[in-house]
């Protein structure tokens, strides 16, 4: 119902290429502008949503937002503009019909598939993984991105992993929390680091999350981490600033 009364928005935090600052791409994340309680987070709805099924159209709604937003950045800004990525939820890929419709908000948005990127998590894949793989197959095959999303915090064995069809993996943001200060606790950061050798073991992509201070950004870059995401790289907010950071990237 919030969905027709249009009261969620989209905030983007930007993806940025560690070895040259540049920003990639950018996460939206949704917020819901009620009526009485102001702003709120998806920590505040978005299991409830999944609980009661209000998470597929709002969820599509997501989608479609995002897609028509990186569609305009693609038209403005040309091929190398930055991607869109859209967090899934587990009940999302659970719908036997999921495939078609991002296939089709693509389509209805003129967004190339490349321009577009997935953030599935561990569980989600878990709960019914035949289906899930299934899906994430036939989505690879048409060119959109896939990543797994807060990776480290649940089980996946080396051997699920090398099979599973994603471009790219994020370290979840509590492993990044260890190399905040300078003089990082040498066990965390054997973790951060045998994560990303894992990462690009298996041929793919990583981002750290939760990147907040200089230390982090400067550890992350010498482990050889490819993007950060955190408040030191910047904040979650409406899309104006992506086009804007983006030109001053480029001049
Ligand atoms: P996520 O996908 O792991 O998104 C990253 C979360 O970390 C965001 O919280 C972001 O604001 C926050 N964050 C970014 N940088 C930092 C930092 O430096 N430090 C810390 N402590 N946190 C940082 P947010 O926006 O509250 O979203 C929370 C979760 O809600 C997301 O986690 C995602 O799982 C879910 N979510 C957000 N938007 C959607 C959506 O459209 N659909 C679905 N299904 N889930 C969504
Ligand atoms: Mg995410
Ligand atoms: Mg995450």
Same mark, same amino acid.
């Given at each position: +119902?919030? /969905?027709?009364? =249009?009261?969620? @928005? #989209?905030?983007?935090?930007?993806?940025?290429?560690?070895?040259?600052? %540049?920003?990639?791409?950018?996460?939206?994340?949704?917020?819901?502008?009620?009526?009485?309680?102001?702003?709120?987070?998806?920590?505040?709805?978005?299991?409830?949503?999944?609980?009661?099924? +209000?998470? /597929?159209?709002? =969820?599509?709604? @997501? #989608?479609?937002?995002?897609?028509?937003?990186?569609?305009?950045?693609? %038209?403005?800004?040309?091929?190398?503009?930055?991607y869109v990525s859209v967090n899934v939820s587990p009940v999302q890929l659970a719908q036997a019909d999921w495939v078609a419709e991002v296939t089709e908000v693509m389509e209805l948005t003129s967004l190339p598939p490349w321009q577009l990127q997935l953030e599935i998590t561990e569980q989600a894949v878990l709960e019914d993984e035949a289906a899930a793989t299934a899906a994430l197959s036939a989505l690879r095959a048409t060119g959109v991105r896939l990543t797994l999303d807060d990776f480290g915090?649940?089980?996946?064995?080396?051997?699920?992993?090398?099979?599973l069809p994603v471009h790219a993996l994020k370290i979840d943001g509590s492993f990044i929390d260890g190399l905040r200060h300078r003089h990082a606790d040498p066990v965390d950061r054997s973790i951060v680091e045998a994560l990303i050798r894992m990462a690009h073991a298996l041929d793919l992509e990583v981002t750290a999350e939760w990147v907040e201070t200089s230390q982090q950004m400067e550890q992350l870059i010498a482990l050889g981490c490819d993007l950060g995401q955190g408040h030191w790289l910047g904040r979650a907010s409406a899309a104006a600033w992506v086009a804007d950071l983006w030109r001053r990237n480029i001049a």
């Open positions: +119902a919030g /969905v027709d009364r =249009g009261e969620f @928005v #989209l905030h983007y935090q930007p993806l940025v290429r560690l070895a040259d600052g %540049r920003v990639r791409g950018a996460e939206a994340l949704v917020r819901w502008q009620h009526p009485e309680q102001g702003l709120l987070g998806p920590g505040r709805f978005i299991e409830a949503a999944e609980r009661s099924g +209000a998470i /597929v159209p709002l =969820g599509r709604w @997501v #989608l479609v937002e995002a897609c028509r937003q990186a569609a305009e950045w693609w %038209r403005e800004l040309g091929p190398r503009a930055p915090t649940g089980y996946s064995g080396l051997a699920w992993l090398r099979q």
